[in-house]
T-cell receptor, first 113, second 111 residues
Framework: KAGVTQTPRYLIKTRGQQVTLSCSPI?????VSWYQQTPGQGLQFLFE???????NKGNFPGRFSGRQFSNSRSEMNVSTLELGDSALYLC????????????FGPGTRLTVL | KQEVTQIPAALSVPEGENLVLNCSFT??????LQWFRQDPGKGLTSLLL?????REQTSGRLNASLDKSSGRSTLYIAASQPGDSATYLC??????????FGKGTRLSVIA
């Protein structure tokens, strides 16, 4: 079974731009969660989508948004990029039950200049 | 609010040594606890998952233990090798909320 895939793997943007990251979950998984990892803050939860609905949300500004499609693929968008948004963005998929076990993708490294 | 702490933040050991990484959490109401490995610039690789009803899990040279009542888990690595050099992350699954991660222990195994 194929694992979680994320595209692109690397991105370089400038301040003020926007960016869209994509995550394809493991086949059969209906939940996708997004995490931001920075050296200072570690891994922080952004949001979770289940069956195309946002089910849980972390403490991030409204510039961070996401969506999920009917095939469970998910995208996250960051608008008006700031230098502090430079991070590794990780996506995790799971079956969607509570409780559940998450499987992580390789991440997208975003650099904001 | 669940908080996860990993000590030490960094560790350097000579090859062949046995070592223990520590993880503590503040709320014992967890579903499971997971240990991950992360190589520089890469994603997370799951090493071991311990359900709340279990005391330990083993995989090869790795052994993870869980003491829910005291809010502690340890990851034991036997006969360390240079290839074990990475950051090791502990994550608690509270059940109805997202994973809560520690900040990791950066391990260097010197040949």
């Amino acid at each position: 079974k194929a694992g979680v895939t994320q595209t692109p793997r690397y991105l370089i943007k400038t301040r003020g731009q926007q960016v869209t990251l994509s995550c394809s979950p493991i086949s059969g998984h209906r939940s996708v969660s997004w995490y931001q990892q920075t050296p200072g803050q570690g891994l922080q939860f952004l949001f979770e989508y289940f069956s195309e609905t946002q089910r849980n949300k972390g403490n991030f500004p409204g510039r961070f948004s996401g969506r999920q499609f009917s095939n469970s693929r998910s995208e996250m968008n960051v608008s008006t990029l700031e230098l502090g948004d430079s991070a590794l963005y990780l996506c995790a998929s799971s079956l969607g039950g509570h409780p559940d076990t998450q499987y992580f993708g390789p991440g997208t490294r975003l650099t904001v200049l | 609010k669940q908080e996860v702490t990993q000590i030490p933040a960094a560790l350097s050991v000579p090859e062949g040594e046995n070592l223990v990484l520590n993880c503590s959490f503040t709320d014992s109401a967890i579903y499971n606890l997971q240990w991950f490995r992360q190589d520089p610039g890469k994603g997370l690789t799951s090493l071991l998952l311990i359900q709340s009803s279990q005391r330990e899990q083993t995989s090869g040279r790795l052994n993870a233990s869980l003491d829910k009542s005291s809010g502690r888990s340890t990851l034991y690595i036997a006969a360390s090798q240079p290839g074990d050099s990475a950051t090791y992350l502990c994550a608690v699954n509270p059940g109805n909320t997202p994973l809560v991660f520690g900040k990791g222990t950066r391990l260097s195994v010197i040949a």
